[in-house]
């Protein structure tokens, strides 16, 4: 649909990603932290992460960006002293998922002007790191799907604030299934059946494909429930009472946070939307800059 559009990875045993929206959480996620007295707010950052601040028209948003990754935080800084950001558009907004940005084609775009494929036309090698986490307020880069991205690098502008939802046991599990069948398909005794489910995709055989689908759903269990036991406790809460995306946990860079403005965070996320996800009134970056 865009060419930097954010995917949702989502396991279709033998067949592409999909851009389905995420479900709303269920309320038993709030049953994992009825006694946790943690606080999992997420408005702080080291001091050394240097600071960038959104003027919207929606209000200020400040972003703390990690110095560790190097590749995505110095491109980033470099687009915002160049002004590069100025005037754009959040072009894409998701409620429960997140908010979207960076394409210099929505400056001054119609309201029926195709926009959320645009770029300074280069990318920037992929930075993801198992312990980075698209936590609620997680800034992480957009990046073209794995069909014709199979090295995961990011755009060079595009970017987006997750706003996302509390996440239960079962719905952190969903989002591993991705992780688990890549494993699965990995592993060599299970090269008959990846190449069975291909076969079945290709001719169209859903009722077959449906039967395979479940045998392999079965034999990832294990593997999912692995992923899950390997988690760090904190992170599992934190997903819990504070919310995020995990399902494009190891998918995307994540390079910063928001820090300031999880109130105009919320605002955008909350504007009607019309086609392509594109607020039905414009939400504009007035002007991008360091923070002193």
């Not at 999909?18 to 408005?43: F, G, I, M, P, R």
Request: overall charge neutral.
């Amino acid at each position: 649909m865009m060419k930097y559009a954010l995917m949702l990875p989502i396991m279709l045993a033998f067949a592409s990603c999909s851009n389905t929206t995420e479900t709303n959480v269920v309320d038993s996620a709030k049953n994992l932290v009825e006694t946790d007295s943690t606080d999992y707010s997420d408005s702080t950052a080291p001091a050394e992460w240097p600071r960038v601040v959104f003027k919207t028209t929606a209000g200020n948003l400040t972003l703390a960006l990690n110095p560790e990754q190097k590749e995505h935080t110095q491109n980033f800084l470099k687009l915002v002293k160049s002004k590069y950001y100025n005037g754009q558009l959040f072009h894409r907004v998701i409620k429960d998922f997140m908010v979207q940005s960076g394409d210099p084609k929505s400056v001054n775009a119609s309201p029926t002007a195709m926009i959320g494929d645009g770029g300074p036309n280069y990318t920037v090698p992929s930075e993801i790191k198992p312990n980075l986490y698209h936590f609620k307020g997680a800034l992480s880069a957009a990046r073209q799907s794995d069909d014709v991205n199979p090295m995961k690098r990011s755009s060079g502008s595009q970017f987006f604030i997750v706003t996302g939802t509390l996440v239960d046991e079962l719905r952190l599990k969903q989002s591993m299934e991705a992780v688990a069948f890549e494993n699965f398909k990995q592993d060599p005794a299970n090269r008959e059946t990846i190449l069975k489910g291909q076969a079945l995709n290709q001719s169209g055989n859903m009722a077959a494909m449906r039967e395979l689908e479940t045998e392999v759903q079965a034999k990832m269990q294990p593997i999912i429930d692995e992923l899950y036991a390997k988690m760090p406790s904190d992170v599992k809460q934190r997903y819990a009472k504070w919310g995020g995306a995990p399902s494009l946990d190891n998918n995307y860079t994540v390079f910063g946070k928001l820090v300031s403005g999880y109130n105009v965070l919320s605002a955008i996320e909350n504007e009607p939307t019309g086609s392509a996800d594109r607020p039905k009134k414009d939400v504009k970056i007035i002007e991008a800059f360091i923070q002193e």
